[in-house]
């Protein structure tokens, strides 16, 4: 493994060490003690398959080149202990995995959830303490919480179950701590684009054994996600209607996800579905079923070398996103900044494609363009939403991984 694996083809050793030097002195301050294994967890961004993983559907996701980066020494007491950069240290015994609602929403909710989840796989593990922290974008919707989850799992597989976990689980594992103890219910699109590393299209038609196709990443092209503002803190009920309203229309079909209805009989019955659900619900049905095409038609451009073909589907899905999905903004608001930048998107960008990314409502877009394209466009979307809200991301090769220093800078 390669800095430039992890961190882009702009990876330094002296940046890197420095890094590692800082986190080191920080683990020492707060334990006395010398950090033995070293761990890092990347952000993800979803390139195709928007909201489509709850209702067992199909997505491209990768890993990308930011992480949170971790100093580890294990211990022996059954003590798991962090200290984060920027939020409340806790710790508590492996041993002591009861829901607690008032961690709902918190760190501690994750990490007691990931324990939870492999324990009941019938492993046994034990303590450790950690020192973290992140260059996962804040408010940039990569998944910070999934990238934290995924931290945990690979620390405990590392120290514990000599790598047993494989990556399928420790993303299945991850989604549990997310769905029951931290109480955000979300798909298994994140928590797989970051346990698997690269970038892959997944098919979820059944998510206990996902089918997984590698894919090699264009040439000459570069991610740029833009945080417009806004938080995600009150949108969850935003989110959670639109799984909700895709299982309602399931549901008339005698079905529990959309996925186990064929879109000839959804398309047919759309007379009597308007009796049964609203339209919103029928149109973001349209979404779930044409997004899954877009997954085989961008992944298959991927394959032949098509990149136009590529851009295609990514452009088409933010269409989609926009009118059928109807995540762009929240209802009823006038505040709308997903929509303004990706209208804004739409007149900078000659050669790529924008979309909404992850979530939305509040929050990022994510643009795929021309290396020839990014010094401009990056310029222009700093302008109206602010230069430390624009980032640039390679795919990353390896997700969520246990480091070897020596390996990285020697």
């Known amino acids: 493994m390669q800095l430039q694996d992890l961190y882009g083809a702009g990876a330094g050793k002296e940046a890197f060490r420095k890094r590692t030097q800082a986190l080191s002195a920080l683990f020492e301050k707060k334990t006395g003690e010398k950090p033995e294994e070293w761990f890092s967890s990347s952000g993800r961004a979803e390139i195709v398959g928007n909201h489509t993983d709850h209702n067992h559907g199909k997505v491209i996701v990768a890993a990308i080149s930011c992480d949170i980066l971790s100093a580890v020494k294990k211990r022996d007491d059954g003590i798991i202990c962090i200290h984060s950069e920027g939020f409340p240290s806790f710790e508590f015994h492996v041993n002591d995995l009861e829901i607690d609602p008032k961690e709902y929403g918190k760190s501690i909710a994750l990490a007691r959830g990931v324990v939870k989840g492999i324990t009941e796989r019938g492993y046994k593990v034990g303590g450790f303490t950690c020192c973290s922290e992140s260059t996962v974008f804040r408010g940039a919707g990569v998944s910070s919480s999934a990238a934290y989850e995924l931290l945990i799992c690979e620390i405990l597989n590392s120290l514990y179950l000599d790598g047993k976990l494989s990556k399928v689980e420790k993303a299945i594992i991850s989604q549990y701590a997310e769905n029951v103890y931290f109480g ?141 999905l109807q995540n762009c903004f929240v209802p009823g608001s006038d505040e709308q900044p997903v929509s303004l930048a990706i209208h804004m998107s739409e007149r900078i960008i000659r050669d790529g ?35 430390e809200n624009v980032f640039t991301a390679s795919v990353r090769l390896p997700g969520a991984t246990r480091l070897d220093l020596g390996e990285l800078i020697g």
Do not use: W
């Open 353 to 387: 494609a924008v979309r909404v990314h992850g979530g939305g409502f509040a929050g990022t877009v994510l643009a795929y363009l021309a290396d020839a394209e990014v010094e401009n466009y990056v310029a222009q979307m700093s302008k109206v939403f602010g230069k």
């Open 184 to 324: 955000k219910p979300c798909g298994l699109l994140d928590q797989s684009g970051i346990s698997l590393g690269g970038i892959n299209k997944i098919d979820f038609k059944d998510p206990s054994a996902p089918v997984i196709d590698s894919l090699t990443p264009p040439a000459g092209y570069t991610l740029v996600i833009t945080n417009t503002g806004g938080s995600h803190a009150a949108l969850t009920e935003h989110y959670a209607a639109i799984k909700t309203e895709m299982l309602a229309v399931a549901k008339c079909f005698g079905k529990e996800v959309l996925r186990e209805v064929p879109y000839e009989e959804f398309f047919a019955a759309i007379p009597q579905l308007r009796k049964k659900v609203s339209e919103r619900a029928i149109l973001r049905a349209f979404h779930f079923y044409e997004e899954n095409d877009r997954v085989d038609a961008a992944a298959a451009a991927l394959q032949s070398g098509n990149v136009q073909g590529f851009l295609s589907a990514v452009g088409a899905s933010g269409v989609s996103s926009l009118n059928c």
